[in-house]
């Protein structure tokens, strides 16, 4: 019997650390903002059919980068777990913390133990009655849950759209910013200097914070093409 | 969280999804003497075609043996946006079934990123009173109607079933419930074709007043309480609840129609 080689357990998580980011790098980003009437998703993602953001219960959104068969598994077991546990007790008791608690879950189990992690990085966002009560959760391959406030970036060249997204004056007032324009400032904030991120490459859905039960609405390209022309 | 690898997934169905987790809800363990406790039965409904849609609509009452144990039941229900679902019989698996049933629609919505079709969601709704059989042979009947706005075809379609999960498309109208006789005559010498929405939920709410005064397990309006028949229209805007205001309105009416015929006597 032949022994294998000796790999430090340090380098076996690096290796794989650096597999699952170059994964994520290949794919295109997405952004999650709070503004005056909820929460707003905006993704780069040139299919109209293949979808980044969709809805996971009352007032629970996903959304996905990486590769998407990874990310869109890990969107169906969460509308499983949420639809089972709204059915189980009561639709109130379904929360975006205990959703991301449990992909962290999941992510952490596949990263130490499977051959290969999963490529994707992933938020959970749930919109609440006041601004400051909204939750959004960004959960990285490896199972590292970061609860963000305000907004948050995911996927390749997230730190040079994250610092493009500070630098903007709309971030001191988001509390009364319009949905129009959040949606310019994360277009520009994909878009980059050199080029603008064409409409029909846009991905945007909304969590309303209205009070109807189903807060998520996805807008389609004539309801994005009005916001971007405003 | 449920996570299942590929090719061994429950799919869209939330009921397939409660099977796996070792959740049943249908009862299929009750005893030979069910049948003889008095359950909560709810009563009648009915739905009707019109030119844009259909209107359903149902009485509150809910009965055990002789005794009223309910007053303001709702056996009419949204499915989705674009359909709703009437149910008589026991009340107990009733309302589960329409739970469950609600939940499998949302849940398909979700997980397949689009609506299920009209007719995709009237034989969802076949299988389940199809699963509620054995409880059927011992008493808790479930009997549901189901009507809605085919998005697809753009006008409105409705369903009746029978406690096996038989399901059959009628074009006119539909009733069901321990009054389903009374009102379902009343419906059927008042329907025309393309008839405008109010006179559709003027004659939904006789058909329901007529079955209340010939069936004692049927409710008619309390005016006393403030609890009218829940009626709601299915257009293409989707589902819409008419309003208890607008009911009473027409209730009265209806009241001063009666009087006025009996004065002539």
Known sequence: MSMPFYVAPEQIMKDRADYARKGIARGKALIAIQYSAGIAIVAENPSNTLRKISEIYDRIAFAGVGKYNEFDQLRVSGVRAADL??????????????LANQYAQILGQIFTHEMKPLEVEILVAE??????????????????????RKFCVLGGDS????????ESPLM??????????????????????????PVEECEIAVL???GDRRAFTRLDDAEVNALVQI | MPFFTPG???GASFAELLKRVGI????????ESSAQVHFPHATTCVALRFADGVVMAGDRRA???????????????????????????????????????????????????????????????????RGNLPAAMQGLVVVPIFAGYDLQKGFGRLWDYDPTGGRYEEREFVATGSGSVHAGAVIKVGWRTSMPQDAAVRLALKSLWEAADSDSATGGPDTLRGIYPIVASITANGWERIDDSTLSQLVEELIAEHQERNQEV
């Open chain 1, 127 to 148: 919109v609440a009655d006041e601004p400051s009560n909204d939750q959004l959760f960004h959960i990285f391959y490896d199972g590292t849950v970061l609860d963000e």
């Open chain 2, 24 to 31: 049943d809800p249908f009862q299929k363990h009750l005893t």
């Open chain 2, 63 to 129: 009965t055990s043996g002789n005794v009223i144990s309910h007053r303001s039941m709702e056996k009419v229900v949204s499915a989705d946006k674009f359909s709703g679902v009437a149910i008589a019989g026991t009340a107990g698996p009733a309302m589960e079934m329409i739970k469950l049933f609600q939940l499998q629609l949302e849940h398909y919505e979700k997980v397949e990123g689009q609506l299920l079709s009209l007719e995709g969601k009237a034989n969802q709704l076949s299988m389940m009173v």
């Open chain 2, 8 to 10: 061994d997934h429950p």
């Open chain 1, 208 to 210: 309303n914070r209205t």
């Open chain 1, 85 to 98: 546990k709204g059915y189980q007790y009561s639709r109130i008791d379904v929360d975006a913390r205990s």
């Open chain 1, 159 to 166: 730190d040079a759209i994250y610092s493009r997204m500070k």
């Open chain 1, 172 to 197: 001191a007032q988001l509390d009364t910013a319009k949905l129009a324009d959040v949606v310019q400032l994360c277009r520009n904030a994909l878009s980059g200097p050199d080029r603008q991120l």
